[in-house]
């Protein structure tokens, strides 16, 4: 008899236990952790710059194309205070970043060094219109053309800053104002 009383109450145990499921509110998903990066153009104190003849003038370089850096997902959980990654942008004639130097990656922790990490990943793809250095000369008759040009390697340091509120992260970057 128990049996027979077992077999009859096992639809009734199913039913119970899925009705407990329906009647448990689920619980809301946190909101999806995004990150974000800016930056801005700096001079660092002692940068050397081209120093240019008489009758020689420069144009360019102009900052064409950019990748914006990704806040590294893993750091998103701990939303450590904001980061600060200042680089030095190499970039050749034709205006490729060809290398990114980061003055403190040597000594950054782990962390810190996923920020870096993301700073080189994004400027590697940036591009800029070549630095074009022309030379002037005035004819017999007193008119300027340009007798020739050649493009010059250059570099540029930028401040990259990573930010993260609640959460929800934001990297930027602005032009420095000269």
């Known amino acids: ?12 145990i199913a039913v119970l236990l899925l009705t407990g499921c329906a009647a448990t509110p689920p619980r809301p998903l946190p909101p999806a952790a995004s990150g974000d990066a800016s930056w801005h153009a700096v001079v660092p104190p002692g940068t050397r710059r081209y120093r240019l003849a008489l009758g020689e003038v420069s144009s360019g370089p102009v900052l064409a194309d950019r990748v914006r850096p990704v806040y590294p997902a893993d750091q998103l959980s701990a939303c450590p205070p904001p980061v600060n990654i200042q680089a030095l942008l190499i970039v ?3 205006g490729g970043v060809r290398e990114v130097r980061v003055t403190d990656e040597a000594q950054a922790g782990t962390a810190r060094h996923r920020f870096v990490a993301a700073v080189s990943a994004a400027a590697l793809q940036w591009r800029f219109s070549p ?4 030379r002037w000369a005035a004819d017999a008759e007193g008119n300027s053309h340009v007798v020739d040009s050649e493009t010059r390697p250059f570099s540029l340091a930028y401040v990259f800053r990573f930010e993260c509120h609640a959460g929800k992260a934001t990297v930027s970057a602005a032009a420095a104002k000269s």
């Open 131 to 134: 630095l074009l250095i022309s």
């Open 92 to 94: 050749d004639k034709s």
């Open 1 to 12: 008899m128990t049996t027979q009383r077992a077999r009859r109450c096992r639809p009734m």
